[in-house]
């Protein structure tokens, strides 16, 4: 039986991610080079007490954002870095395309509560497909761990049975199936295609 529901992970599966160029735009706003911002924000281990639900509020964790930026930082200059980073991979949101004709889609990434509340304004791409986006804070842990699967599946009203997981983390697709739930490494469009036409989710 085909699976009822299909959830993809979002950087490096329906986009492709690369950091280094959002931290050339935040560098641009700053006057901090690249390489000390990272230091402040990612190295800090910042963002993944965010994933992990240390700021749920928007308000707060783009002050937080801010202070260790060194400067103010709207929203809307926070949306405009994080695209610039993001490139849509059209193949892969054909293939979602294509799936929801035939089970219900989620996407599930480890981040903070922006990408969430302003799916749209970040990834309009994927919004006229996906109805939703869930990040880690919303569980207050992430992936890999696999509470936040069963905690995601709960919220949802679905079951791990029942449900498909698609990430290019080798480690998030096993913390995946230690919730039970089946899972794909994402590697390649193609590869996936072929995945999901075994399980009867593509013709």
């Given at each position: 039986m085909a699976p009822r529901l299909v959830i993809f992970d979002m950087d490096d599966v329906l986009c492709r991610y690369d950091l280094g160029r959002r931290l050339r735009a935040l560098s641009r706003l700053s006057g901090?080079?690249?390489?000390?911002i990272r230091t402040a924000i990612w190295d800090s281990g910042f963002e993944d007490d965010a994933d992990s639900g240390g700021y749920p509020d928007v308000q707060h964790y783009l002050a937080e954002f801010g202070q260790r930026l060194g400067c103010d930082i709207s929203l809307e200059q926070w949306i405009a870095a994080r695209r610039e980073a993001m490139v849509p991979d059209a193949a892969v949101l054909e293939l979602a395309r294509r799936i929801a004709g035939?089970?219900?889609?989620?996407?599930?990434?480890?981040?903070?509560?922006?990408?969430?509340?302003?799916f749209a304004a970040l990834f309009p791409e994927a919004a006229e497909i996906f109805t939703a986006c869930h990040c880690s804070y919303e569980f207050a842990t992430k992936k890999p761990d696999p509470a936040s699967y069963v905690r995601l599946l709960a919220k949802l009203g679905m079951i791990a049975g029942e449900t498909w997981f698609i990430d290019d983390k080798q480690s998030n697709v096993e913390g995946?199936?230690?919730a039970g739930l089946a899972a794909h490494h994402f590697r390649s469009a193609p590869l996936l295609a072929e995945a999901a036409r075994t399980l009867a989710l593509i013709a």
């Open positions: 901090r080079t690249p390489r000390d035939r089970a219900a889609l989620t996407i599930y990434t480890n981040n903070g509560p922006i990408p969430k509340q302003h995946a199936r230690l």
